[in-house]
């Protein structure tokens, strides 16, 4: 039987707590109703499909365990961001087709537009496919720059099924969120937020998080969190490692569900590579240059931007939003490992 990559957090669940004999055959063999009422009561089936890449926590579906296992520790590894950055531009220009960037307007899919166009020797190669959305998030780099450097292609936000028809590759900021983890101020009490966002608080994100997090959650979490390739101290450690580790199908497959598999194989997560996989492992070097200050959040970008083109104000004073390409269809369901789609 083919296994699943990806699930719908909203649909599904609401399905099992309703009737869990409907999708008999999509449950792991871990599978019990103390395992899924954990992921209800933890906020755990609120929004992203959650799977635990290390390895130790069950999960009460029949993930693909084998698809995106995180990467062992390697002490070897040396490369600094920009070089990370510069062999995954060159390896997506080496493919040789048109990249059509999907630019969200945020600040992760703005960077791989720019890094992309530099490295590419035909600057035409490089193109910008987006949606109203995306002007209403960077409508004046648009305007300033943007549209006077690339072909683009602006639609109305859709289902994915329309899309993807040409020959180019299409390229996603999509593993930013999951390298960096969540800025210091992306908190929320909401009982619907997305639960590595409901960690803590300003005041205790670089406390430790054993003292400032929920004890029945960390039971839970304790042989992810013993098995973390990185130490773990703080709140906001804790909360970079369950968006790297938790979240890592989501940022592969959110933009792929609804498309034939050969269609689904055009369109790349910038991030999903092993190298930067290690690199925010390995690094030193703080996610946020400054305690406190969220716009200094992914500041190796926002430092490349600055100094190789010229955008310091945008680097300086463009926030970290969640930002969305498309539009999710409701009654989709699975998508397994074969590429077939399974919609309620």
């Not at 991030?271 to 690199?279: R, V």
């Not at 600055?306 to 390409?325: D, R």
Request: glycine share 6%.
């Amino acid at each position: 039987m083919n296994k699943i990559l990806y699930y719908n957090s909203y649909l599904v669940p609401y399905v099992i707590s309703a009737d869990k004999t409907i999708l008999s055959k999509f449950l792991s063999d871990d599978f019990s109703d103390t395992l899924f009422n954990q992921y209800q009561k933890f906020g755990l089936n609120k929004h992203n499909a959650i799977y635990d890449r290390s390895g130790y926590l069950p999960h009460y579906l029949n993930i693909d365990k084998s698809a995106h296992p995180m990467p062992k520790r390697d002490d070897t590894f040396n490369l600094s961001f920009f070089e990370t950055v510069e062999r995954r531009c060159k390896e997506l220009i080496d493919i040789g087709k048109p990249i059509k960037v999907l630019w969200s307007g945020g600040i992760d899919s703005t960077f791989i537009l720019f890094m992309l166009h530099y490295f590419a020797n035909d600057k035409s190669q490089i193109k910008i496919y987006g949606t109203y959305n995306s002007i209403l998030e960077s409508g004046d780099m648009f305007d300033r720059k943007l549209k006077h450097m690339f072909d683009y292609e602006i639609s109305v936000a859709s289902g994915s099924e329309f899309k993807y028809k040409d020959d180019s590759i299409y390229v996603s900021g999509m593993g930013g969120n999951q390298l960096f983890g969540p800025t210091d101020n992306m908190f929320s009490n909401s009982p619907n937020a997305l639960f590595h966002h409901t960690f803590g608080n300003p005041k205790t994100i670089y406390e430790p998080f054993d003292k400032n997090i929920d004890s029945e959650l960390l039971e839970f979490f304790d042989p992810m969190i013993r098995n973390s390739p990185k130490k773990l101290e703080t709140v906001a450690d804790l909360r970079w490692y369950c968006i790297f580790n938790l979240d890592w199908y989501t940022t592969l497959y959110e933009h792929k569900i609804l498309l034939e598999p050969e269609r689904m194989n055009k369109i790349f997560a910038f991030f999903d590579t092993i190298e930067f996989q290690n690199w925010a492992i390995h690094t030193k070097e703080p996610f946020t240059k400054i305690k406190g200050d969220p716009n200094t959040h992914r500041w190796q970008m926002r430092e490349i931007l600055s100094s190789m083109f010229g955008e310091v104000h945008y680097s300086v004073n463009k926030p970290k939003v969640i930002s969305n390409f498309g539009v999710l269809n409701q009654m989709w369901m699975f998508l397994l490992s074969n590429g077939e789609n399974i919609t309620g």
